[in-house]
């Protein structure tokens, strides 16, 4: 059926009408292009100025730091500086140790950083996640002892090799078990290690601050943290937990939290898909 309006002339109103609206139109769009445009250019100018603050941190700040550490080790290590007077050690340690948390949070920000953006390459290659876990405890042993907090490993029967990038993933699993010994001031950790058909699950329990509903969104993003967190641990950089879901999530894999409230204690878990090479 032939439609009844379609050789009705339209009027020189109308004609005006509806050139006015489409000329309206593109004006819309022209202004909405170079809306997009500026806003391209301010991001371009955003990140050219965030590479650049990245390459000093990387190449200036981190090597001043850095360059410090050192001096301060050598005069506490070097015998041909003479003896280190009583009351100078403790200060001398002192200065080491607050440059040492200083160039680890530069490397944390840094790593961050580039994982955020993509731009981290990882040297994925067959790795035993058993043998790495292991040997990431038997380093935190010390540090859990001085807070007199026990560790407890605990592996289920199976096979745990997975295709991924042993030192990255090792910072990881330590970054985990770093958090939880941080934030525990009594009672200890639980790490248990366990093997699906095709997942690996590690997960760390501990009985320390717990995550309060404030924090719960904060957890695993860059420099995270909640003011509970703040009074237990001053000294975290708050990039820990962004690092791990970061290498996680390049292997395909996720990372969650559970707690019950403030001091109830929390779990931490990272799982990993079993891809072979």
Not at 122 to 133: A, I, P, R, T, W
Request: hydrophobic residues 40%.
């Amino acid at each position: 059926m032939a439609d009844s309006n379609a050789n009705i002339p339209i009027s020189s109103e109308e004609y005006k009408k509806v050139t006015e609206e489409l000329y309206k139109q593109n004006l819309e769009v022209v202004r909405l292009y170079k809306q997009v445009e500026d806003l391209n250019r301010e991001l371009e100018i955003a990140n050219e100025g965030q590479a650049n603050l990245l390459h000093i941190i990387n190449h200036q700040i981190k090597g001043y730091l850095a360059k410090a550490r050192n001096i301060f080790s050598e005069l506490l290590s070097e015998p041909s500086y003479g003896p280190v007077s009583l009351a100078a050690q403790p200060m001398l340690e002192e200065g080491f140790n607050s440059l040492t948390e200083g160039v680890d949070f530069v490397t944390d920000f840094l790593i961050a950083s580039n994982i955020e953006k993509g731009t981290f390459v990882y040297n994925m290659q067959s790795v035993d996640l058993k043998k790495l876990v292991t040997e990431v405890i038997e380093k935190e042993i010390e540090a859990a002892k001085e807070k007199g907090l026990s560790l407890d490993l605990r592996v289920a029967d199976g096979g745990y090799n997975i295709k991924g990038d042993a030192s990255q993933l090792g910072q990881a699993v330590k970054n985990l078990i770093d958090n939880s010994i941080r934030y525990t001031l009594k009672g200890g950790l639980i790490i248990n290690l366990s093997r699906t058909d095709n997942k690996i699950l590690l997960a760390v329990k501990d009985t320390g601050m717990g995550i309060s509903d404030e924090l719960k969104p904060k957890l695993f993003t860059k420099g995270g943290r909640g003011k509970d967190s703040l009074k237990v641990n001053v000294n975290s950089t708050g990039f820990g937990l962004s690092f791990v879901k970061g290498v996680v999530e390049a292997h395909q894999g996720r990372v969650w939290s559970d707690s019950a409230g403030p001091n109830q204690g929390s779990t931490f878990c990272m799982e990993l898909p079993v891809v072979l090479l």
